[in-house]
Nanobody, 120 residues
Framework: QVQLVESGGGLVQAGGSLRLSCAASGRTLGSYRMGWFRQAPGKEREFVGAITWSGIISDYADSVKGRFTIDRDNAKNTVYLQMNSLKPEDTAVYYC?????????????WGQGTQVTVSS
């Protein structure tokens, strides 16, 4: 079992920055890949990027490449999503999720999500 709690969302002006956190708990965290997703109203959920606890980062979604960065702090069991140069189209609920390394695209643990709103 993996428990995930996101935080750090909020309202920010276009061009601003936010850093989201995902605090993870569970006995075998090292065997999971941690992903960030987002879902805007009326749109399908979108993969943003992912990282393993050893620091291997998957490719980012084209929509965020060069602006968003994923990192982790193993000592705190926390994964971060640093979002810079935010745009109104980045407005969404952001979720972190965990997938077993042997099935890295099967995210079966999800956090509750945190709202990010970017005003123009």
């Amino acid at each position: 079992q993996v428990q995930l709690v996101e935080s750090g969302g909020g309202l920010v002006q276009a061009g601003g920055s936010l850093r989201l956190s995902c605090a993870a708990s569970g006995r075998t965290l090292g065997s999971y890949r941690m992903g960030w997703f987002r879902q805007a109203p009326g749109k399908e959920r979108e993969f943003v990027g992912a990282i393993t606890w050893s620091g291997i980062i998957s490719d980012y979604a084209d929509s965020v490449k060069g602006r968003f960065t994923i990192d982790r702090d193993n000592a705190k069991n926390t994964v971060y999503l640093q979002m810079n140069s935010l745009k109104p189209e980045d407005t969404a609920v952001y979720y972190c999720a965990a997938a077993p390394l042997r099935r890295p695209d099967e995210y079966n643990y999800w956090g509750q999500g945190t709202q990010v709103t970017v005003s123009s």
